[in-house]
């Protein structure tokens, strides 16, 4: 089993490692394969994770990242309100299809937040685009969104930036991206929801 090193949370002495299982689910155009199965380490505690569903976001006729969504193995959610919503060990992985600028990355982000929530967390958003904005995300990119229980969520652009928020609704606001009633496309919530447990 592979196992690759992540990050450390700033300020929060966690780490998050994976390791991945040989079962994978391939997105339609994409070019990488989610595994259905991964373990995340925070700190001391190793936490199994299931892969719940993967999509992939497009802007007008262009492919723009995959996404896979997983969930701490032993977390009971039926629905795609109950993924945003649950204060559990989960992940958004992102790999991009295509270069985008910082600059274009931050205005999704901020426009796809305000779509649910359009006043709320404004120090929080800021933040949050603040980091995107920093850099440019190239093709074959990984940002890796990590809800950490009781915190808040750490964002992290592999081998560029990264950052810790700590506000747990704020962490939902990002879930409701793609699973909110305002979400980025019916196709990503259907996608990131389909191997929820009926």
Do not use: C
């Not at 394969?33 to 995340?40: L, N, S, V």
């Not at 600059?103 to 796809?112: E, G, I, L, V």
């Not at 074959?140 to 808040?152: A, K, N, R, Y």
């Amino acid at each position: 089993m592979h196992r690759i090193p992540i990050t450390l949370l700033a300020g929060l002495a966690l780490t998050t490692s994976f390791a991945y299982s040989e079962e994978v689910v391939e997105v339609t155009g994409g070019s990488f394969k989610y595994p259905t199965h991964i373990e995340a380490t925070f700190g001391a505690r190793k936490v199994p994770m299931k892969l719940t569903g993967a999509a992939m976001r497009r802007k007008a006729i262009f492919n723009v990242y995959t996404i896979g969504s997983y969930i701490q193995a032993d977390a009971q959610v039926r629905t795609p309100e109950d993924l945003a919503a649950a204060d559990v060990a989960k992940q958004l992985h992102l790999v991009m299809e295509r270069t985008v600028s910082g600059k274009d990355m931050a205005t999704a982000f901020h426009d796809a937040i305000r779509a649910n929530y359009p006043t709320e967390f404004k120090d929080e958003l800021e933040k949050f685009t603040t980091l995107m904005q920093a850099q440019t995300a190239e093709k074959g990119d990984h940002v890796w969104i990590t809800h950490i229980p009781g915190v808040g969520i750490h964002v992290n652009l592999v081998g560029k930036k990264a950052e810790t928020i700590k506000n747990v609704a704020f962490s939902k606001a990002v879930w409701d991206i793609y699973l909110g009633s305002k979400n980025v496309g019916e196709p990503v919530k259907k996608g990131l929801s389909a191997r929820l447990e009926k």
